[in-house]
């Protein structure tokens, strides 16, 4: 299996990192001719989803991977690729990839400073440790969306389908369970 991660922005090379410590075999998605590599599943760090996005039409990048991830290629997002991923975000006429049906608040899941650890429950998992970063929350879920994690009765992990969704960083703190959940689930499938 070989994981796609879209290195554009942000924090992709953690998710590398965490990749390599895996033993996954991966490739960085920066620009259209990467597309033609061969990969079974996508990652989108955290970063500036307004950022990513605009790097994305730019690099003629958005409209396929938005056609693979409706054809079900397993995406795990973090942070600003939650936002990427969402189908409304509040105050915002516009949306980006759009294929998880959920709605997020951008920046709002602050305690405080906007940017705090913690440990919290994941369905499946058990307790992780969890790193927000001027984070989003889900604020809206269609039915079929399950979710993963409820933090301060914000919810901040998500599933729908192939698509793992987080409002916090996992690749930043020294567990790697989050990245082994999603990739026990594309085992599963294949
Ligand atoms: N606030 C960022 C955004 O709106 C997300 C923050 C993050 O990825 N750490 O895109």
Not at 6 to 26: D, R
Not at 85 to 98: D, K, N, V
């Amino acid at each position: 299996m070989t994981v796609a991660v879209l290195a554009l922005q942000g924090a992709f090379i953690e998710h590398e990192q965490v990749l390599n410590h895996l033993g996954v075999e991966h490739i960085e998605l920066r620009q259209a001719s990467d597309l033609k590599k061969t990969f079974d599943a996508l990652i989108l760090p955290g970063g500036e989803s307004t950022v990513q996005s605009l790097l994305l039409h730019e690099q003629n990048m958005f409209e396929p991977l938005k056609k693979r991830i409706e054809d079900g290629m397993p995406v795990l997002a973090t942070c600003a690729g939650l936002i990427l991923l969402a189908s409304e975000i509040e105050g915002q006429e516009t949306s980006h990839f759009a294929t998880l049906p959920v709605k997020v608040r951008r920046n709002a899941y602050g305690r405080q400073l906007g940017s705090f650890h913690t440990e919290s429950e994941v369905k499946g998992i058990g307790k992780v440790p969890m790193t927000f970063i001027r984070a989003p929350y889900v604020s809206e879920t269609s039915p079929d969306v399950e979710v993963l994690a409820v933090v301060d009765n914000k919810i901040v992990g998500v599933r729908y389908n192939s698509q793992f969704a987080y409002a916090f960083h996992p690749e930043l703190d020294d567990n790697t369970q989050i990245h082994e959940l999603f990739l026990r689930s594309i085992s599963a499938k294949s």
